[in-house]
């Protein structure tokens, strides 16, 4: 007698987000298809933006670039003092795997799954250029913050953004947002 599977919301659920996971396991971490093609970029990206956005405040903030070894490193400075630089684990890549495979594994519309992960890539992606930015202000004006901030204060912040918009999904795009839990 084969075993059926239980069908229920929690079960598939799991399911799904277990095979855009291990997709993702199997893109990131075993064939390292994003180093060429997304998290170098990503990270350019981060930095240029990251630059961009501090030379509003004052025009001595600007990028660097060099060569070493076989890396080229982007990075935020000030003057002639380089502050922050970004790397594949804060380029916020992961961060749009996180939020997009929970949307693709919950049930909805595919319609509103596409603008909804696209909406969110992009607000994500602004929280971490800005995260970026008051690291960099940080490491200039009171670098000894600078670790706790790196791994708290803006984790908490990012994360918190990230499960709002997990929350929005599931009680206003999600069918099954309205139902009731017994």
């Not at 890396?71 to 003092?81: E, N």
């Not at 380029?91 to 799954?113: D, Q, R, T, W």
């Not at 696209?118 to 995260?131: K, T």
């Amino acid at each position: 007698m084969i075993p059926t599977i239980n069908r229920s919301p929690v079960n598939r659920f799991v399911f799904r987000a277990s095979v855009v996971f291990i997709l993702w396991f199997i893109l990131y971490y075993v064939l390292e298809i994003d180093k060429r093609t997304i998290s170098k970029p990503l990270s350019q990206l981060v930095v240029e933006q990251t630059t961009w956005l501090l030379s509003f405040i004052d025009v001595n903030y600007h990028l660097s670039i060099e060569q070493r070894g076989k890396y080229i490193l982007h990075t935020v400075c000030y003057d002639t003092k380089c502050l922050v630089g970004v790397g594949r684990g804060c380029n916020a890549l992961e961060l749009f795997v996180l939020f997009a495979g929970f949307i693709m594994a919950f049930p909805g519309a595919v319609k509103n799954k596409v603008w909804y992960i696209m909406a969110g890539i992009v607000l994500i992606h602004i929280l971490n250029v800005c995260r970026v930015a008051a690291l960099a202000v940080i490491q200039f004006k009171a670098p000894q913050y600078l670790d706790f901030n790196h791994r708290y204060t803006f984790t908490f912040l990012v994360y918190g953004v990230i499960f709002i918009l997990w929350i929005i999904w599931v009680k206003r795009y999600s069918n099954t947002g309205n139902e009731k839990v017994d």
